[in-house]
């Protein structure tokens, strides 16, 4: 039965995430009917600050658990790229001089899924021992980079581990509309089929 994740405190968010990713069903990838392992966390965006609480304090309850949560924030790592190209301080200082339509446009192609950030992460992945994979800075990254195309990137690369994105808004699956990533709950990101609602698995 699907869980109204409006009405769930961090803390029973924080509750629930553990007891789930800390399960050996959701470590083995048990119960996804061959699907890849991806999983939506989907919140108000009015609780971003607590849930930045709750995702750290999550690795750490997990650790307790022996369990190895690797932690990727987009934003982070964006900015990480763009230094290691030279890129940031040009954009710091050039920053007025673009339109916003400007800057989306060499954002988005310095920092293509595709191209260069999946690969990054691809990189990330192989140079750590991990259990599960939390992807977090979703909102700080629209819209240069766009949460579906991460996970249709990312299908190939972070497949054999489970994947959590945190994600401020809703996920939701109709039948007549299929599913949906709305970022801030009114923004239409793009369709997505192929995860899952983390609050409506049960261990």
């Not at 789930?20 to 061959?34: D, H």
């Not at 054999?160 to 945190?166: A, E, I, L, N, R």
Request: charged fraction near 25%; proline fraction near 5%; charge should be negative.
């Amino acid at each position: 039965m699907a869980r109204d994740t409006n009405t769930m405190s961090p803390r029973e968010r924080q509750e629930h995430l553990l007891e789930v990713i800390a399960s050996p069903r959701f470590l083995k990838k048990q119960g996804l009917g061959n699907e890849v392992p991806f999983f939506i966390c989907p919140f108000p965006a009015d609780d971003a600050v607590e849930m930045e609480v709750v995702r750290a304090q999550l690795v750490k309850l997990l650790a307790d658990r022996g369990v190895s949560a690797l932690d990727i924030n987009l934003y982070n790592l964006s900015v990480g790229m763009l230094q290691e190209r030279g890129i940031w301080d040009q954009l710091i200082e050039q920053e007025a001089g673009f339109t916003k339509d400007e800057l989306k446009e060499l954002l988005q192609n310095v920092l293509d899924p595709e191209q260069h950030l999946i690969p990054e992460i691809a990189r990330v992945l192989e140079a750590n021992e991990f259990d599960v994979l939390l992807l977090s800075g979703v909102g700080e990254v629209y819209p240069y980079i766009r949460s579906h195309n991460v996970l249709n990137n990312l299908q190939s690369t972070a497949k054999d581990k489970p994947t959590v994105m945190f994600f401020p808004g809703s996920y939701t699956h109709a039948l007549a509309s299929g599913a949906s990533l709305d970022l801030f709950g009114i923004m239409h990101d793009d369709k997505y089929y192929r995860a899952f609602n983390i609050f409506n698995y049960e261990v």
